[in-house]
């Protein structure tokens, strides 16, 4: 890959950290000195914020200002990565100055903001402290609008550190530190800043992290002591009724890359499409979900959201803004697409495919271990909707159901919802038919409810209502089963048996009964986990404890939970895998699990595209040549620092 700018300097000996020098002192950093840095290039992009770049001539215009030092927003000229062990941190010496910090501010247009964790306001020891703030914010704490608006919330804090929550909601709450939350944000609204931000990170060795919505559950989006490129605001989104792209001419969504589930699905009910998405409201379509594969409700009918990509529009780690599509640098579009977020570079846009309207049936029950359902007969009538795994799927059907208590403490299956996609109330019915029958045989009576919709807007806005979030009380592990797991009885029944084990010791299923279908209009070449292409299920196995658990009690639950429930199940399932973006933070061997065979060429293409190791995540490619300091086993914060395991 071609590497431009000027000479390559060793830019620790030429920083001041404390502030930026001109050749005739100190420049005092106001707006009256330096300007923000982008011009309006020709346009490259989707939206008109993408054409303002960081260009190399505004970079020398900043060097005529006489700020000496403007090297530190310069593109690189080497692919040599620092040689230091660890990223730099705040109290370091070579940790910027505020001066620094203002001039980035400045040339990014007063996008810098200073982290104030988001729960500041209820603690004294912050200048923000404001008992009615922290009231409000306590009481809306579980909805995700609240941290979405937030630069650096995490929506699920555990692996931030717990450093900053609500006092009212945790007891060992007592103070509120900055933790596992980046240093600073930039609310980014067009490429130059992404490039600034990006030129300055690498040349000052800080950690960079990139923050869309905050869902991440691994917590994928935060990192001590780092510069975070908070992107939710790149919210643009067209609908075009005739998109041409290469061999496709049909409808299409141009999506900016903070743009939210909910927004695409409502504009796509009132064109009369379908977009495949995913089933909760704020996930960032474009960011994390569409990196990561993202499976969707539509997924058994026309794959992963990731196939349905023509393009995207990215900032590579060296700065340069590039198209990746199938001619296009072919190889970044096929790592973009399923190989995660915060890796290959930052995504500002995205073009994907959409469907003619589906009509779209639901269908609802639960059932209970009660007098009549002894707890063998609870599970069988497991054992019976297993059987027919393979076959709803392959009919384009998506099974979304859960095992946990109910009230009475009795195990209670739900379906929430079975969704019969493309299919009307009588083809689901007789879908259906021989597994409700199967049911009966068993002695287990249900009661369906079916409800047919001419779109998958209302049907999505009945079944998934919005999202709970911003708990510390779970963590969760994933499978995916493939198909042979449930057309050999006798694996069928073994598979059975580890789902049971994991429940009655007091996990909580989560499972999908789903397939990523062969669809020959989307483009499959890509690098979602091959798993994903044999898989039947996406089980995902939520631990619990409570919201004033120790962390030793945390610690000893996600040990069982990676070390026996999980472990039972890889065995079931030998080279098989599991969903990263609703996986275990601590899978052992994730490399296999995460990315299955496609991880060396990951890696080769993670070695290519960033061989500065700009872009760190836990789990991501290449992360496992780096560590967090002080993390305890099992609770892998991003609290600490940054470094290059030795
Ligand atoms: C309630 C809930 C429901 C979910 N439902 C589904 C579902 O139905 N199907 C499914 O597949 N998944 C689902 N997920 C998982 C979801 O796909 C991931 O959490 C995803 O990572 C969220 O992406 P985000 O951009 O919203 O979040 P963030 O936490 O902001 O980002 C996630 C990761 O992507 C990176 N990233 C974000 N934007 C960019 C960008 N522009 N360029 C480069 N990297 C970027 C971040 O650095 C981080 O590593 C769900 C998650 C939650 C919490
Ligand atoms: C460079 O600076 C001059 C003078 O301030 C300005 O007119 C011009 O637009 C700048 N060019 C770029 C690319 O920033
Ligand atoms: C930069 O320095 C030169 C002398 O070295 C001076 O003439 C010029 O005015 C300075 N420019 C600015 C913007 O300060
Ligand atoms: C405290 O927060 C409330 C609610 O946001 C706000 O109305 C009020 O102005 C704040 N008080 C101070 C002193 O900032
Ligand atoms: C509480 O948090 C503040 C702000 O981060 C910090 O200065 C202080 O040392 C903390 N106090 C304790 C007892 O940890
Ligand atoms: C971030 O930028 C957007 C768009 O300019 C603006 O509306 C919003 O107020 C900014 N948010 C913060 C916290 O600065
Ligand atoms: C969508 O379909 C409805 C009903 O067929 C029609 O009335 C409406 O005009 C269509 N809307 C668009 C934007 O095509
Ligand atoms: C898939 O894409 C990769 C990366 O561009 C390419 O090398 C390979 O030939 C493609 N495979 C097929 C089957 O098209
Ligand atoms: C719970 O299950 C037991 C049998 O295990 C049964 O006796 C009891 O009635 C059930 N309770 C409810 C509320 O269904
Ligand atoms: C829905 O099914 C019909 C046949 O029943 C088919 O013609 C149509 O293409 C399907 N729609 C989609 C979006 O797959
Ligand atoms: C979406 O669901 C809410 C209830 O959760 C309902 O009030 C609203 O009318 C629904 N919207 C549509 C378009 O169906
Ligand atoms: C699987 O389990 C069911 C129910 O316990 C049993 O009837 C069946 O014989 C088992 N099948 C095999 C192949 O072990
Ligand atoms: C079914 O699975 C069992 C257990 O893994 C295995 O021993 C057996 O060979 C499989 N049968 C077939 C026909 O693949």
Not at 368 to 377: L, P, R, V, W, Y
Request: glycine letters at 8%.
């Amino acid at each position: 890959m071609a590497i431009r700018g000027v000479a390559f300097v060793c830019l620790a000996s030429l920083i001041s950290a404390q502030q930026i020098n001109s050749a005739h002192g100190v420049i005092p950093a106001t707006s009256g000195t330096v300007t923000p840095a982008a011009a309006v290039v020709a346009a490259k992009g989707n939206f008109a914020w993408e054409s303002v770049q960081l260009t190399q001539s505004v970079l020398t215009n900043l060097t005529n200002l006489n700020l000496t030092n403007i090297a530190l927003f310069k593109y690189p000229t080497s692919t040599a990565a620092s040689t230091s062990q660890c990223k730099v941190f705040p109290g370091d010496a070579d940790w910027p100055g505020p001066v620094t910090w203002e001039i980035l501010n400045i040339l990014s247009g007063d996008a810098l903001i200073k982290t104030v964790p988001l729960a500041a306001p209820c603690f004294t020891s912050w200048p923000e402290y404001n008992a009615t703030e922290c009231a409000i914010i306590t009481s809306s704490w579980s909805d995700p609008h609240l941290h979405v608006a937030n630069p650096t919330s995490a929506q699920w804090p555990l692996y931030e550190g717990l450093t900053c929550v609500p006092p009212s909601l945790r007891s060992e709450a007592t103070n509120c530190t900055i933790g596992g939350y980046a240093a600073y944000s930039i609310n980014v609204t067009n490429v130059a800043q992404i490039q600034l931000a990006l030129n300055f990170a690498r040349n000052l060795n800080l950690r960079l992290v990139v923050r869309n919505t905050g869902h991440d559950f691994a917590d994928k989006s935060v990192g001590a002591g780092s510069l975070s490129l908070w992107t939710r605001n790149l919210d643009s989104l067209e609908f075009y009724k005739d998109y041409t792209y290469g061999s496709y001419s049909g409808p299409a969504f141009v999506m900016g890359a903070g743009v939210e589930t909910a927004d695409v699905y409502l504009l796509a009910e009132q064109n009369n499409v379908t977009a495949v998405g995913g089933e909760c409201r704020t996930v960032g379509i474009a960011g994390g979900y569409i990196a990561g594969g993202g499976h969707s409700p539509m997924s058994s009918l026309k794959g992963m959201a990731a196939d349905q990509v023509l393009f995207m529009k990215v900032v590579l780690p060296s700065g340069e803004f590039v198209t990746a599509s199938a001619t296009e640098n072919p190889d970044l579009f096929w790592a973009l697409r399923g190989g995660g977020g915060s890796t290959f570079g930052v995504v500002t846009s995205v073009v994907v495919m959409a469907y003619p309207k589906i009509p779209v049936t639901t269908m609802t029950f639960s059932y209970s271990i009660s007098s009549t359902i002894s707890a063998d007969t609870f599970w069988n009538g497991l054992g019976v909707y297993m059987k027919y795994f393979p076959t709803f799927p392959d009919a384009g059907s998506y099974g979304y159901f859960n095992i946990a208590p109910n009230a009475a403490g009795n195990l209670t299956f739900t379906f929430d919802p079975f969704w019969g996609a493309n299919m009307t109330k009588i083809q689901t019915q007789a879908l259906v038919a021989p597994y409700l029958s199967d049911l009966a045989k068993l002695g287990i009576a249900v009661t369906p409810v079916y409800t047919e919709y001419q779109s998958l807007y209302p049907a999505w806005n009945a079944s998934f209502p919005p999202e709970v979030v911003g708990g510390w009380t779970n963590h969760a592990g994933s499978r995916l089963f493939p198909r042979e797991n449930f057309v050999n009885a006798t694996l069928l029944n073994e598979t059975l048996a580890v789902v049971r084990h994991a429940i009655e010791g007091g996990a909580i299923l989560v499972g999908y009964n789903i397939k990523s279908a062969v669809n020959p209009h989307a483009n499959q070449n890509n690098s979602v986990n091959p798993a994903w292409r044999e898989t039947l299920t996406h089980f995902i196995l939520p631990g619990l404890w409570d919201a004033d658990a120790t962390f030793a009690q945390i610690q000893n639950v996600s040990e069982t939970l990676t070390n026996d429930w999980l472990a039972r199940w890889r065995a079931v399932s030998p080279g098989a895998g599991s969903y990263f973006a609703e996986g275990d933070i601590n899978e052992p061997d994730f490399q296999q699990s995460f990315y299955g065979s496609y991880y060396p060429q990951l890696l080769a293409m993670k070695k290519e595209f960033d061989p500065w190791d700009l872009f760190y995540a836990p789990t991501a490619v290449g992360s496992e040549y780096w560590y967090i300091t002080g993390q305890i086993p099992y609770i892998p914060t991003q609290n600490g620092r940054l470094c290059r395991k030795t």
